[in-house]
């Protein structure tokens, strides 16, 4: 019966804290095992006191235990109560024995726990914290007693006690302060995974700080303990809960794929699990990145990706390596999404031309570099469907259109890549068309003229014509309607008539209409680099009209004198010029409001009955009349004159001397043939004989 009195004290001693007779029973009562001593002291020591009251054990279990026969009377040491609760009745002692060894046996129990000889010192303390948390809500209780004992065992059982603090009792404290539940330590540990990791997960992911706590002081350890590494990959590493919307968002992705990479990095099956949903998530939810204010996107997703294995693969085999690519062209692409990029890489011949030629511009317009270049011959691997040589004449157009003639040689000459002639005719006409001036020192015309010298020698030599006609009528002031400054690409509209071209330009430039000259050479070259086919290689027709457009230029200018000799150019140098009859009329009538008493010069008289009678000669039938009749109104004038001393003669005014004499040698032959022949000199022989 010693022992069953021997377990009733020890009971008694434990609820009372007694530490001083517990202490007898582990180093003589050997009548108890250590197992019943820890047992009944885990259950009835009082719960509230303080966890380090309980140090004194751990420093003697283990130690060897002398038999001591008194040991029932010196816990007693006379004490009545104690002495009446073991030593009255024997049949009522062992009766009460065996309740408290069923109540012992039925709180282990109820939390499933027992204390043996695998590690005494551990389980027993692992026992006492769970029966503790029963009435005190702080799982972390036992923390003082956990750190005193931390160094004192190496053995397996310290090993797998202080996994069990950090993955179960430390995740639970900190879960249960940060939504204030009070969640027990038993009930924490029936939870399935699951549970525990959708109870963890229910925190948003883009309250940062938050959620690096979580992860740090609850879902790591847990995990790591528990091993449930597929269930943190269903439930807290999904695309739910990584959306990459938010800068929160996305930096606890970064967090989840830095912090946990060397939990799953112990298993490769795991890791590889681990590493595919990352991917994966970088690869669905990447284009929401591009909503975030990050310094550097594709630096962010390089981070991540070159921490991803190139052997973990996600859907159509698209690896990190793969990503890693992409990444490196996202800012000249413009796209920001890793999946719109993969699938241009898929895409058709054409959007993938189009994509590179826009890439080639925006970087080289920014860049223009050999470096650039090599950059974008590098890219190649983003266009699967285009050929080498479409790749390079897309760099060669985007170098044309800014006009990168440096780099676009130096690249030709290393590529050993022909240009075709369409390309550069098109870029040609591109850069003379968007001109808004001829002159051959505006960039829009000097690029045409460096695009043109890459043309074969010789070959499109009405092209340079083209542009020394726009570099010329440059000079000079000339609209192409009203408030329009006329510019090169209208030259193309007046390939029908280039001729309006010089009307416009002697209107707008009073006194070109003296320069025959340079107009000509103007209307030459404009044929020439219009391309228009002419009859008569010496322009005969044309430069008549061109003659013609002059008098009448001469006539606006009140220059009579230009306009006579133009006129009588036209009489004696060209061919058929019935047709501009009514210019030689204007000149045979020609007034000068500034001469005296409005009164034609006797002189310019002669000049204009000379030109009525060569214009009878060539007018309409039914225009005869109304010429005869100028000359008659101006031959009956001269009938008026006095040639002792005529007023209205050129000597007796103050005209410009120099203009004086040129008239007068112009008029002396035409006076001679008047006053000799009269009226037959105007119409000739054959008419007045009809």
Same mark, same amino acid.
């Given at each position: 019966?010693?022992?069953?009195?021997?377990?009733?004290?020890?009971?008694?001693?434990?609820?009372?804290?007694?530490? /001083?007779?517990?202490?007898?029973?582990?180093?003589?009562?050997?009548?108890?095992?250590?197992?019943? *001593?820890?047992?009944?002291?885990?259950?009835?020591?009082?719960?509230?006191?303080?966890?380090?009251?309980?140090?004194?054990?751990?420093?003697?279990?283990? %130690?060897?235990?002398?038999?001591?026969?008194?040991?029932?009377?010196?816990?007693?040491?006379?004490?009545?109560?104690?002495?009446?609760?073991?030593?009255?009745?024997?049949?009522?002692?062992? +009766?009460?024995?065996?309740?408290?060894?069923?109540?012992?046996?039925?709180?282990?129990?109820?939390?499933?726990?027992?204390?043996?000889?695998?590690? !005494?010192?551990?389980?027993?303390?692992?026992?006492?914290?769970?029966?503790?948390?029963?009435? &005190?809500?702080? &799982?972390?209780?036992?923390?003082?007693?956990?750190?005193?004992?931390?160094?004192?065992?190496?053995?397996?059982?310290?090993?797998?006690?202080?996994?069990? &603090?950090? #993955?179960?009792?430390?995740?639970?404290?900190?879960?249960?302060?940060?939504?204030?539940?009070? *969640?027990?330590?038993?009930?924490?540990?029936?939870?399935?995974?699951?549970?525990?990791?959708?109870?963890?997960?229910?925190?948003?992911?883009?309250?940062?700080?938050?959620?690096?706590?979580?992860?740090?002081?609850?879902?790591?350890?847990?995990?790591?303990?528990?091993?449930?590494?597929?269930?943190?990959?269903?439930?807290?590493?999904?695309?739910?809960?990584?959306?990459?919307?938010? !800068?929160?968002?996305?930096?606890?992705?970064?967090?989840?794929?830095?912090?946990?990479?060397?939990?799953?990095?112990?298993?490769?099956?795991?890791?590889?699990?681990?590493?595919?949903?990352?991917?994966?998530?970088?690869?669905?939810?990447?284009?929401?990145?591009?909503?975030?204010?990050?310094?550097?996107?594709?630096?962010?997703?390089?981070?991540?990706?070159?921490?991803?294995?190139?052997?973990?693969?996600?859907?159509?085999?698209?690896?990190?390596?793969?990503?890693?690519?992409?990444?490196?062209?996202?800012?000249?692409?413009? =796209?920001?999404?890793?999946?719109?990029?993969?699938?241009?890489?898929? @895409?058709?011949?054409?959007?993938?031309?189009?994509?590179?030629?826009?890439?080639?511009?925006?970087?080289?317009?920014?860049?223009?570099?050999?470096?650039?270049?090599?950059?974008?011959?590098? /890219?190649?691997?983003?266009?699967?469907?285009?050929?080498?040589?479409?790749?390079?004449?897309? =760099?060669?157009?985007?170098?044309?259109?800014?006009?990168?003639?440096?780099?676009?040689?130096?690249?030709?000459?290393?590529? #050993?890549?022909?240009?075709?002639? @369409?390309?550069?005719?098109?870029?040609?006409?591109?850069?003379?068309?968007?001109?808004?001036?001829?002159?051959?020192?505006?960039?829009?015309?000097?690029?045409?003229?460096?695009?043109?010298?890459?043309?074969?020698?010789?070959?499109?030599?009405?092209?340079?014509?083209?542009?020394?006609?726009?570099?010329?009528?440059?000079?000079?002031?000339?609209?192409? /309607?009203?408030? %329009?400054?006329?510019?090169?690409?209208?030259?193309?509209?007046?390939?029908?008539?280039?001729?309006?071209?010089?009307?416009?330009?002697?209107?707008?430039?009073?006194?070109?209409?003296?320069?025959?000259?340079?107009?000509?050479? =103007?209307?030459?070259?404009?044929?020439?680099?219009?391309?228009?086919?002419?009859?008569?290689?010496?322009?005969?027709?044309?430069?008549?009209?061109?003659?013609?457009?002059?008098?009448?230029?001469?006539?606006?200018?009140?220059?009579?004198? !230009?306009?006579?000799?133009?006129?009588?150019?036209?009489?004696?140098?060209?061919?058929?010029? /019935?047709?501009?009859?009514?210019?030689?009329?204007?000149?045979?009538?020609?007034?000068?409001?500034?001469?005296?008493?409005?009164?034609?010069?006797?002189?310019?008289? !002669?000049?204009?009955?000379? =030109?009525?009678?060569?214009?009878?000669?060539?007018?309409?039938?039914?225009?005869?009349?109304?010429?005869?009749?100028?000359?008659?109104?101006?031959?009956?004038?001269?009938?008026?004159?006095?040639?002792?001393?005529?007023?209205?003669?050129?000597?007796?005014?103050?005209?410009?001397?120099?203009?004086?004499?040129?008239?007068?040698? +112009?008029?002396?032959?035409?006076?001679?043939?008047?006053?000799?022949?009269?009226?037959?000199?105007?119409?000739?022989?054959?008419?007045?004989?009809?």
């Amino acid at each position: 019966m010693l022992k069953e009195q021997l377990y009733l004290l020890l009971s008694i001693f434990a609820s009372r804290a007694d530490k /001083s007779k517990i202490l007898k029973y582990f180093e003589e009562g050997t009548q108890l095992s250590i197992k019943e *001593i820890l047992e009944v002291i885990c259950v009835f020591w009082p719960e509230l006191d303080d966890p380090l009251n309980l140090e004194f054990i751990f420093d003697h279990i283990g %130690v060897e235990r002398t038999k001591n026969n008194d040991l029932i009377f010196e816990l007693l040491n006379g004490d009545e109560s104690l002495i009446a609760l073991v030593e009255i009745n024997p049949e009522l002692t062992v +009766q009460r024995y065996r309740w408290i060894k069923e109540y012992v046996s039925s709180r282990l129990g109820k939390w499933q726990l027992s204390i043996d000889e695998v590690d !005494y010192k551990f389980l027993f303390l692992r026992s006492r914290s769970i029966i503790c948390n029963e009435v &005190v809500s702080d &799982v972390m209780f036992y923390k003082p007693l956990f750190r005193k004992l931390k160094y004192l065992s190496s053995s397996g059982g310290a090993t797998a006690f202080y996994e069990w &603090v950090n #993955g179960i009792l430390k995740p639970l404290a900190h879960v249960n302060r940060r939504i204030e539940l009070n *969640i027990s330590i038993y009930e924490f540990e029936q939870k399935n995974c699951e549970d525990v990791m959708q109870l963890f997960g229910e925190i948003y992911t883009d309250v940062l700080s938050a959620y690096k706590s979580v992860m740090y002081f609850e879902v790591s350890p847990y995990m790591t303990y528990s091993g449930c590494y597929d269930v943190f990959l269903k439930n807290c590493l999904s695309l739910d809960k990584f959306p990459l919307d938010t !800068y929160n968002n996305f930096q606890s992705f970064r967090y989840v794929a830095s912090e946990m990479n060397p939990i799953f990095a112990k298993d490769p099956s795991l890791n590889n699990l681990f590493q595919h949903q990352l991917l994966k998530i970088l690869y669905e939810n990447g284009q929401n990145l591009i909503k975030i204010p990050l310094p550097n996107l594709p630096d962010e997703l390089r981070n991540v990706l070159e921490g991803i294995d190139s052997s973990v693969t996600i859907d159509d085999g698209i690896t990190s390596t793969e990503l890693l690519d992409y990444s490196k062209y996202m800012d000249a692409l413009g =796209i920001h999404s890793l999946k719109e990029i993969h699938t241009l890489k898929n @895409s058709n011949e054409p959007n993938q031309l189009s994509s590179f030629m826009s890439m080639s511009k925006y970087l080289l317009s920014s860049s223009p570099s050999i470096e650039t270049l090599q950059y974008l011959i590098s /890219s190649d691997k983003l266009y699967p469907s285009l050929s080498k040589d479409k790749q390079m004449s897309a =760099i060669i157009e985007s170098l044309l259109s800014l006009g990168e003639f440096s780099i676009l040689h130096e690249f030709i000459s290393k590529a #050993g890549f022909q240009i075709d002639d @369409s390309v550069l005719l098109k870029y040609f006409w591109r850069f003379f068309n968007g001109a808004t001036n001829g002159s051959r020192n505006r960039p829009e015309m000097i690029k045409a003229k460096n695009t043109l010298s890459l043309l074969p020698a010789g070959k499109y030599m009405h092209l340079e014509v083209l542009m020394d006609v726009a570099d010329k009528l440059s000079e000079y002031s000339l609209n192409y /309607s009203r408030n %329009v400054p006329f510019t090169p690409s209208h030259l193309l509209e007046f390939k029908q008539d280039p001729l309006r071209i010089i009307s416009k330009l002697l209107e707008l430039n009073p006194s070109l209409y003296l320069n025959f000259d340079l107009t000509s050479t =103007i209307m030459r070259k404009l044929y020439v680099g219009l391309e228009i086919p002419c009859e008569d290689p010496n322009y005969e027709k044309e430069l008549t009209r061109l003659t013609v457009q002059h008098i009448d230029c001469a006539l606006v200018n009140m220059d009579l004198q !230009y306009a006579y000799e133009k006129t009588m150019e036209l009489f004696d140098k060209h061919g058929d010029i /019935s047709k501009y009859w009514l210019t030689i009329f204007q000149v045979g009538k020609f007034m000068d409001p500034t001469w005296p008493d409005n009164e034609i010069p006797t002189e310019i008289i !002669y000049l204009q009955l000379e =030109i009525l009678s060569k214009l009878l000669h060539i007018c309409p039938f039914e225009e005869v009349e109304a010429v005869v009749s100028l000359w008659s109104g101006l031959e009956l004038e001269l009938s008026t004159r006095s040639h002792v001393d005529d007023p209205y003669s050129l000597s007796n005014n103050k005209a410009n001397k120099k203009l004086q004499k040129e008239i007068v040698r +112009q008029v002396s032959s035409s006076v001679s043939n008047f006053l000799s022949g009269g009226i037959k000199w105007a119409i000739g022989d054959d008419m007045n004989s009809g």
